[in-house]
């Protein structure tokens, strides 16, 4: 059995124009981000893929670079404060000291998978944060994306898949306005380093940018908050050498240097 990373992630979005007013509020959003388990989530749950600890999937290469060899995920930090006390703090910040919050996750559609997924937000939201979280389900997958382009959402999971072999690829859908920016996240800084990447002909200077915009992203402003990065098993002959997962786009399995063993 080989294993390796492909170009896909999965993650927590909040619309950050919340029209209830809460996933507005930055310390609410941490809350939320980091009140369970990613890795059982990943293991007991989905039993599929591994922990995210970024934005920017692990193959993702910057020049003759592999990003995550440059720079690790920067959320082990935030992983580790007080959720509780986050939502505590956010609460009082929006008015609602003592309150008990009450939320909706938008889950994409009816199938069992994202039911159960579902369900685990709901679980660990609920006993962990004390909140009441209701779920709503869409019609189907495009339903989902309709609701969620039009803001009319307050939480749910998506995800984004590689277009190209690039960090770009997946920090260019959060700059402000963006028609791929679900959560509707903006920030000037983050703004500024992404797009100077577009022009930047140095990829340690890209790399930089792209890791400061990541912590800004996923950990100063959790605009969204990633849960998995996609991984691919494949049982693999034990005379059959040379191969491995490509996770870097191109086939999904690269036989270039295979041979019979």
Known sequence: LISGPQPRNAYICFNNTDPNGVFTNEKIRKAFAIAFDRDAYAEQVLKKNKAADGEIPPGTAIGEDIFRDLYEGPMDELLSQDAKKLLEEGLKEIGKEGETLEITFLQKNSDNETK???????????????VKVNIETASDNSAFNNQVSKGLYQVCETGWGADYNDPMTFMQCYTTGDGNNPAF???AEYDELVNACKTEQDHKV???KFARAEEILTVEKCGISPVTFTYSNVLVSKNLKGIYVNGAGGPAIEFRDAYVE
């Open 116 to 130: 159960v997924a579902a369900e685990y937000y709901q679980d660990q939201w609920q006993k962990n944060l004390g």
């Open 206 to 208: 890209r790399a930089e």
């Open 185 to 187: 996240f903006s920030d």
